[in-house]
């Protein structure tokens, strides 16, 4: 298949953190082992600053949530497999129209698309990595927006809204991250408390708090973002060279894109103020309308977000979890290549 005329178009979307678990172990070997001269370099950043090699952590023989977890190790462990997958994606299978991404997918975004260089990329991750990791404070909480069928839930919606106000009541409480039929919310100790106390049980394990995971995406972080600006200079982002959707839906172009305006943006907004996944999505298929979206791995929990997005908006007729899970064993619209049934489709 050597035509362009007879490529698939795609948006590839990268996740964020939390995303490598213990069943991606050897993510990187498995997968990989062709991309010497890649990883070799994200190697080398980090032994330079005196930390992990991402294929020590990626070989280890056991999983470790304090090690693997932590913001300064998992930010770029997630880099490297996520962008190691987007260069194993078939380009004679398909043109890549536009990529998006959630939270920690938004430097994903910028390297794929060219908007900072590879060495550039991995200064950025491990720099914002080893930030959250020494300065973050409060944390995040899932509550879905849905049932358990991926319909409307007024009742949720209802319950999400009296906790942020009780947060608010008691200390510090934000929509952090809307992420398809989920609601991440975030906040300082006594708002997370706060919301934790508020919200009802539901579908038997929200709320869920993250471990690990600090009040990204909120004022909270303010001081992240200034640290962020004082460590990482304008001349590390350039104009990218494939389409990109940040976390308010917003298209920057190859030529129409203010590389300062695109630092500014992630080093300042994209930190401190709500991430609109949700709405990355919706831009993706119907600005784009691509005839696939790729999720690149490692892990595959970004998938029920996306495919609750898409049902949503009632995307090629889906109207419910069952009609998407069938769609996806006939003609499947969404590949993840954290998936093994679903990766061989894409290479």
């Known amino acids: 298949m050597t035509s362009a005329s007879k490529k698939k178009s795609a948006v590839v979307i990268f996740p964020g ?13 498995r997968f ?6 890649f990883i070799s370099g994200v190697d080398q950043w980090r032994t330079a600053q005196g930390r992990t090699p991402i294929t020590e952590l990626d070989s280890a023989k056991t999983y470790s949530a304090a090690r693997h977890a932590s913001s300064i190790n998992a930010s770029t462990l997630i880099y490297t497999c996520a962008l190691a997958d987007f260069q194993s994606i078939d380009r004679d299978q398909y043109e890549i129209s536009a990529v998006c991404g959630n939270s920690l997918g938004w430097y994903l975004t910028l390297a794929a698309a060219g908007a900072v260089d590879q060495a550039g990329a991995i200064r950025l991750v491990d720099t914002m990595g080893a930030l959250m990791e020494e300065n973050g404070v409060g944390g995040q909480l899932i509550y879905p927006f849905v049932d ?22 008691e200390g510090a409480a934000f929509l952090s991250i809307r992420l398809g039929g989920m609601a991440v919310l975030a906040g300082d100790d006594a708002g997370m408390a706060a919301m934790e106390k508020s919200l009802p049980p539901a579908e038997g ?30 001349d590390l982002f350039m104009k990218p060279q494939i389409p990109m959707i940040d976390g308010r839906g917003a298209i920057w172009s190859r030529h129409a894109t203010d590389a300062d305006a695109l630092y500014r943006y992630t080093l300042g907004h994209q930190i401190t103020e709500t991430y609109d996944f949700s709405l990355s999505v919706e831009v993706a298929i119907k600005e784009f309308a691509p005839d696939v979206l790729i999720l690149a791995g490692p892990g595959s929990t ?19 979890k069952a009609e998407f899970s069938a769609r996806q064993k006939t003609d499947p619209f969404l590949l993840a290549m954290g998936r093994d049934d679903q990766r061989g489709l894409v290479l």
């Not at 953190?17 to 070997?29: F, H, N, P, S, V």
Request: charged share 25%; glycine share 10%; aromatic share 8%.
């Open 17 to 29: 953190r939390g995303t490598y678990g213990k069943e991606q172990l050897d993510y990187l070997g």
């Open 32 to 37: 990989h082992g062709d991309k010497e001269d």
């Open 148 to 169: 358990e069928n991926w319909q409307p839930s007024r009742t949720n919606e209802r319950a999400i809204g009296e906790a942020l106000h009780a947060g608010r009541t």
């Open 205 to 234: 394990r929200y709320p869920f708090r993250l471990a690990r995971h600090s009040a990204f995406h909120t004022p909270l972080l303010s001081h992240v973002s200034d640290l962020a600006f004082a460590n990482l200079g304008a």
């Open 302 to 320: 970004l998938g029920a977000p996306i495919a609750q997005e898409l049902i949503r908006h009632r995307w090629h007729g889906l109207t419910s």
